[in-house]
C-alpha cells in the first residue's frame, strides 16, 4: 500500500512540472517560451489557413498579455512567434513567396527599406516545411528577430524595424489571415 501511494505521488508531481499548453488543429502549443533569459507566456493562437487548408498552428507569446496589435507591433521587448506546421510539405519557395508577400503588405514601401535583410531571412529557408515542424521567431531587443526550425538556431536578422514589419505580417493592418489574428490577441 505504501509504495502504490508513493507511485501515485511520482504521477502527481511528474503531471504538475508538464506544461499545459492547449491544442490548436492538431498542434500543441506550450503556454511559455523562452526568449533568452525572459520567460514569455502564450497570448493567443490560431490556425493560418490558405484556401480551407490548415497549414499552421501559430502561438503568439509575449511578457504580459496584450490585445493591442499596434502596441505588439512597436514595442521593443522581447516576444516569440511559434508556428507548428500541420500541413505537410510546404517548399522553400513557397515559404520564401508568403514572406515576400506577408512583408510587401506589411509595410509601406512594399519592404524595400529592409531588402537586404528580408534577403537574407529568406534564405534561411531551405528545407520542406514537415507535418510537426516548429519554427520559433524569437525577438531579442539587443539580437533581433532568430529563427529557430525544431529547436535549432537558424540565424538572425538585426533590427528593430524588421521586426516591427515581421510581426505586422500577423497583427498589422493586412493581416495575412484576419481570424489567426483575432486569435493570436486572445478575441
Known amino acids: 500500500m505504501r509504495t502504490l501511494i508513493k507511485l501515485v505521488m511520482i504521477v502527481f508531481f511528474l503531471a504538475a512540472g508538464v506544461a ?16 533568452g533569459n ?17 497549414v499552421y498552428a501559430e502561438g503568439l507569446y509575449l511578457e504580459e498579455k496584450q490585445s493591442d496589435p499596434t502596441a505588439i507591433i512597436q514595442a521593443d521587448r522581447p516576444m516569440a512567434i511559434r508556428m507548428h506546421f500541420i500541413y505537410d510539405g510546404v517548399t522553400p519557395k513557397q515559404l520564401v513567396d508568403t514572406w515576400n508577400e506577408g512583408f510587401a503588405a506589411s509595410t509601406a514601401d512594399k519592404g524595400a527599406s529592409i531588402r537586404d535583410r528580408l534577403n537574407t531571412f529568406n534564405g534561411f529557408f531551405t528545407e520542406k516545411a514537415q507535418k510537426g515542424d516548429r ?41 495575412a489571415d484576419a481570424g489567426l489574428k483575432a486569435g493570436l490577441l486572445g478575441k
Open 20 to 35: 499545459e499548453g492547449i491544442e490548436v488543429g492538431g498542434a500543441d502549443l506550450p503556454d511559455t517560451l523562452s526568449a
Open 135 to 175: 519554427y520559433d521567431l524569437i525577438y531579442l531587443t539587443e539580437e533581433g528577430v532568430t529563427l529557430f526550425i525544431n529547436q535549432k538556431r537558424v540565424g538572425t536578422v538585426p533590427g528593430l524595424d524588421f521586426k516591427k514589419a515581421l510581426y505586422a505580417i500577423w497583427l498589422g493592418e493586412k493581416p
Open 38 to 54: 525572459t520567460k514569455l507566456i502564450l497570448n493567443g493562437a490560431g490556425l493560418r489557413k490558405k484556401l480551407f487548408v490548415k
